[in-house]
């Protein structure tokens, strides 16, 4: 079955420090690959995705590249903000094949989640 | 506009009794899609619906847990007999057709005393 494995948290850093959380996963076809982030007292939302390999997504000043070879994704961001405090998820959705040559997007299997304090 | 709405946003209830947790999704969005969150578990799915597709109901912990979306919109979750374990965060989120962006509500929180 699919899985995804994140770094142990909680995270702490300084304000503009760089961040990175590491993100693995495995899944028998070729899956696209999210990260969510729930902020204090909200819901969650997307904040980058990939669906291929070597794609990277960008969002907010936050980066992360589809690696096939490594099976990874992991979350970069060059210098941090108090305000990227939150909860930051990895997911993957297996893709299937839909009418008319489209794609969808399934379920989606989520790691842990790690927590990210920032302080000024 | 309006985006995914889910009620009530607290629930308390003593074990045994049966809960319905409801969700709005966006308006024309065909797939919907029922998560819990826990601190033991993490996010986990449990149910997802796609048009007039039957459900993909793998990701449900036992029978006592059961949803149906009716007229391809709203859905209800529903945990019959609840116990303590059940106690949880609940997230619904739905996509466009062929979309690969899930928006989430903001999460029932149920509390099983």
């Known amino acids: 079955g699919n899985s995804v494995t994140q770094m142990e948290g909680p995270v702490t850093l300084s304000e503009e420090a760089f961040l990175t959380i590491n993100c693995t996963y495995t899944?028998?076809?070729?899956?696209?690959l999210f990260w969510y982030v729930q902020y204090p007292g909200e819901g969650l939302q997307l904040l980058l995705k990939?669906?291929?390999?070597?794609d990277k997504g960008s969002n907010k000043g936050f980066e992360a590249t589809y690696r096939k070879e490594t099976t990874s994704f992991h979350l970069e961001k060059g210098s941090v903000q108090v305000s990227d405090s939150a909860v930051y998820f990895c997911a993957l959705s297996e893709n299937t094949p839909s009418g008319a040559g489209g794609t969808s997007y399934g379920k989606l299997t989520f790691g842990q989640g790690t927590i990210l304090t920032v302080h000024p | 506009g309006a985006g995914v709405s889910q009620s009530p946003s607290n629930k308390v209830t003593e074990k045994g009794k049966d809960v319905e947790l409801r969700c709005d999704p966006i308006?024309?969005?065909?797939?919907l899609y029922w998560y819990r969150q826990s601190l033991g578990q993490g996010l986990e799915f449990l149910i997802y619906?796609?048009?007039?597709?039957?459900?993909?109901k793998s990701g449900l912990p036992s029978d006592r847990f059961s949803a149906e979306r009716t007229g391809g919109s709203v859905s209800t979750l529903t945990i019959q007999r609840t116990q303590q374990e059940d106690s949880a965060v609940y997230l619904c989120?739905?996509?466009?057709?062929?979309?690969?962006?899930?928006?989430f509500g903001p999460g029932t929180r149920l509390t099983v005393l």
């Open positions: 619906f796609q048009g007039n597709s039957a459900p993909d």
């Open positions: 989120a739905s996509s466009p057709h062929r979309g690969n962006e899930q928006f």
């Open positions: 899944a028998t076809g070729y899956p696209s």
């Open positions: 990939a669906t291929k390999a070597d």
């Open positions: 308006s024309g969005h065909t797939a």
